[in-house]
């Protein structure tokens, strides 16, 4: 029964040149099969980078050389732009690390993670908070390994980046969350009146208040080298941007 509908679903594919993501991976898993690969298609959930928010998904992995390879072709083949569909092909999603492609998409069956559980539970559970996309910049390893930082108030502390490829020094940036200004540390509420009497008083009144300062920076081949110092006792997060509008990773932290 699977293999008919499989097949129906996958006429319709080519025929409609329309499809989400069971669409893409019950055609690849036809082919596949027409070629004499052996195929699976596998469904999961998913999430969007740095958001716990969860989404059904199909994705596929199939035999090669004797070892089972993931694909995601619907997130290989471009992104919806408002309501338009975007074609842009993402070599990222073909024959995809298992280590990287956990961070967000788990499957219901989690043997079609190509992970043994402990590595799973490891790595999601004592990561920081990762997705797929500082893997697609070139990342190999970091360093802490941890997802808490525990560091001391103003005691500087070290974060290591290495990739698999040059990176300019500006396409890394790392800053401390929450951010908030001058403003949101008073305890009254900020009326435009008020407003207007504060700002002579502190003209800096809606600049952000840095939680983190980077007092050192230093490269190594492709690896950086960044030395930290929290400056408030506020600083929640340390996020990490490479090249990015979305943070490409997340530590937490405690004091």
Same mark, same amino acid.
């Not at 993931?70 to 999603?93: E, H, P, R």
């Not at 802490?144 to 290495?162: G, H, Q, R, W």
């Given at each position: 029964?699977? &293999?008919?509908?499989?097949?129906?679903?996958?006429?319709?594919?080519?025929?409609?040149?329309?499809?989400?993501?069971?669409?893409?991976?019950?055609?690849?898993?036809? @082919?596949?099969?027409?070629?004499?690969?052996?195929? %699976?298609?596998?469904?999961?959930?998913?999430?969007?980078?740095?958001?716990?928010?969860?989404?059904?998904?199909?994705?596929?992995?199939?035999?090669?050389?004797?070892?089972?390879? @993931?694909?995601?072709?619907?997130?290989?083949?471009?992104?919806?732009?408002?309501?338009?569909?975007?074609?842009?092909?993402?070599?990222?999603?073909?024959?995809?690390?298992?280590? %990287?492609?956990?961070?967000?998409?788990?499957?219901?069956?989690?043997?079609?993670?190509?992970?043994?559980?402990?590595?799973?539970?490891?790595?999601?559970?004592?990561?920081?908070?990762?997705?797929?996309?500082?893997? &697609?910049?070139?990342?190999?390893?970091?360093?802490?390994?941890? &997802?808490?930082?525990?560091?001391?108030?103003?005691?500087?502390?070290?974060?290591?980046?290495?990739?698999?490829?040059?990176?300019?020094?500006?396409?890394?940036?790392?800053?401390?969350?929450?951010?908030?200004?001058?403003?949101?540390?008073?305890?009254?509420?900020?009326?435009?009146?008020?407003?207007?009497? @504060?700002?002579?008083?502190?003209?800096?009144?809606? @600049?952000?208040?840095?939680?983190?300062?980077?007092?050192?920076?230093?490269?190594?081949?492709?690896?950086?080298?960044?030395?930290?110092?929290?400056?408030?006792?506020?600083?929640?997060?340390?996020?990490?941007?490479?090249?990015?509008?979305?943070?490409?990773?997340?530590? %937490?932290? &405690?004091?």
């Amino acid at each position: 029964y699977m &293999k008919v509908y499989n097949e129906e679903v996958s006429e319709m594919v080519i025929s409609t040149k329309k499809a989400i993501c069971d669409g893409y991976s019950r055609l690849f898993f036809t @082919l596949c099969e027409q070629a004499g690969l052996k195929c %699976q298609y596998i469904t999961g959930k998913v999430k969007s980078p740095l958001i716990d928010e969860l989404s059904d998904h199909a994705w596929n992995a199939v035999l090669l050389d004797g070892d089972w390879k @993931l694909l995601d072709l619907t997130w290989a083949s471009g992104a919806i732009n408002g309501a338009s569909f975007v074609k842009k092909k993402d070599m990222f999603f073909y024959l995809t690390p298992p280590e %990287q492609l956990i961070f967000d998409h788990y499957p219901d069956d989690l043997k079609w993670s190509l992970l043994d559980s402990v590595a799973v539970n490891d790595l999601l559970n004592n990561s920081p908070l990762l997705s797929h996309q500082p893997f &697609k910049a070139g990342l190999i390893e970091y360093f802490p390994k941890s &997802k808490v930082l525990n560091i001391d108030y103003l005691e500087p502390f070290k974060i290591t980046l290495e990739f698999d490829r040059e990176i300019d020094p500006f396409d890394i940036t790392i800053s401390g969350s929450p951010t908030e200004s001058m403003m949101d540390q008073f305890d009254f509420e900020i009326t435009n009146d008020k407003y207007d009497s @504060l700002i002579k008083i502190y003209p800096d009144l809606s @600049l952000l208040i840095p939680k983190i300062e980077i007092i050192d920076k230093k490269v190594i081949g492709n690896k950086h080298e960044f030395t930290v110092r929290p400056l408030s006792s506020t600083l929640k997060t340390v996020d990490i941007y490479i090249g990015s509008m979305w943070p490409a990773m997340i530590y %937490q932290v &405690k004091f």
